[in-house]
Structures are given as C-alpha cells and as structure tokens.
C-alpha cells in the first residue's frame, strides 16, 4: 500500500522553506527519501530507521515519528537546484528487501 | 564505475509483440529491482530479487516476467505487450547490507501502440 504525500506541489521562490509529509497506514520500520529531477532517475537523499534520531545534510533534513507512522522532510532556505519530485519510500520490516514508494511532491522553485 | 545501465534506452512496440529489458550493475550487489513511472502515480514496484536465481513479486507484477541468472543483471520480459504497458521503466539496485540506498538506473522509455 503506497504511503501517501502532500501536498502533491508547491511552488517557491528562492531562498523560502517547504515542508513535505508522507504518511503510512501501516507501522513502519524506514523511511527512505529520493529527489528525481525532470528526465533523470531517481536520487537518493536519506534513510530514517525505526528509533534514529532526525537527519539532515547541508539545508535537506527529515524527520520520523514512528507513532504516528509519518516522515516529514524540510527543505531550508531552498535553491533553484532543490526543484524536482521528491518520492518518500516506506519499509514495514527490519532489513526489508522492498520498500513502496509515494506517488511524490513536485517542487519548483522560483528566481 | 558504470554504476546501473539499462538496455534499451527507447522502444516501441506493437500491441502483443515481446520484449526484453535489461538491467545490469558493476556494484556487485545482491538486490535489484524493476519499477514503472507513470504520471501522477510515482514509482510502483514490478519484480525483486534478492539475490542471484531468486525472484519476487512487487506491488504490479502482472504482464511481467524477470530472470536473475548472474547477479549483476536483471531481465524484464513482456511477453504480449498491452498500451497499459507504456510508461519509464527504472532499474535499481542496493546492497544487503542495511541500511541500503538504492541506485538507480537511467530509465527505459516504452511506448506500445
């Protein structure tokens, strides 16, 4: 069952922050991010596991609350370069083999 | 490195004409996956493997068939292809070793008219 994410897009201009959320009706062990620009594949950004604490690199960070079966990833201070489908990925399971992922948050930012 | 590559780039089909795609990766990992992108429905698993002769079936396996014999490729096949059946076909792959990202490879066009 794909987790869900919001909101479906968002338009920014640079230098402002977004916030995008992914949600899962099942309890989750990780939750893996990916950004994939327009024509381009799929890259990874971060993984969240069941009892790890918030990550982040450079102004990208996310966070998970296990409770409530939600991953949320904040975008600081964006740049033009964070534009793009951001795609969260959820595994039910310690060292699943699989994750599902969402149908994705379009990002653009603009000058 | 060449990471993950993915044969052919481009393709067009007739309706129930086969095809294979091929997946194949220079990291010597163990799992590899087959995904389809449509718009607006991100990226839904077809097929996995975790490891070399073993296959599994993902979110929308039907229409599909995969091979794993050496482990650093993947086959899709489509044995009677469908117009459902257009969409950007992605590649991955990860290693066992958790946590894992996985890699992607650049994406097979397929348009079935």
């Known amino acids: 069952q794909q987790p869900v994410q919001s909101p479906q897009a968002v338009i920014l201009r640079e230098g402002e922050d977004a916030v995008i959320n992914c949600s899962s009706s099942?309890?989750?062990?990780?939750v893996h991010w990916y950004r994939q620009k327009h024509g381009e594949a799929p890259v990874f950004l971060m993984i969240l596991l069941k009892g790890g604490e918030q990550k982040g690199h450079d102004k990208i960070s996310a966070s998970f609350n296990e409770k409530k079966q939600q991953s949320s990833l904040y975008l600081t201070a964006s740049q033009l370069s964070y534009s793009g489908t951001y795609f969260c990925?959820?595994?039910?399971?310690?060292?699943?083999?699989?994750?599902?992922f969402g149908k994705g948050t379009r990002l653009h930012i603009l000058p | 490195n060449a990471g993950v590559t993915q044969t052919p780039k481009f393709r067009v089909l007739k309706t129930g004409q086969s095809m294979t795609l091929l997946c194949a990766q220079d990291m010597n990992h163990e799992y590899m996956y087959w995904y389809r992108q449509d718009p607006g429905m991100g990226l839904r698993l077809i097929h996995y493997?975790?490891?070399?002769?073993?296959?599994a079936k993902g979110e929308v396996p039907d229409g599909y068939n995969v091979s794993r014999l050496k482990k650093q490729n993947f086959l899709l096949g489509l044995e009677s292809a469908a117009p459902s059946q257009t969409s950007v076909y992605f590649c991955?792959?990860?290693?066992?070793?958790?946590?894992?990202?996985?890699?992607f490879g650049p994406g097979t066009r397929l348009t079935v008219t």
């Open positions: 990925g959820t595994g039910v399971m310690n060292r699943d083999d699989k994750i599902i």
């Open positions: 493997s975790v490891g070399e002769g073993t296959t």
């Open positions: 991955a792959s990860s290693t066992r070793q958790g946590p894992y990202e996985q890699y």
């Open positions: 099942k309890a989750l062990y990780s």
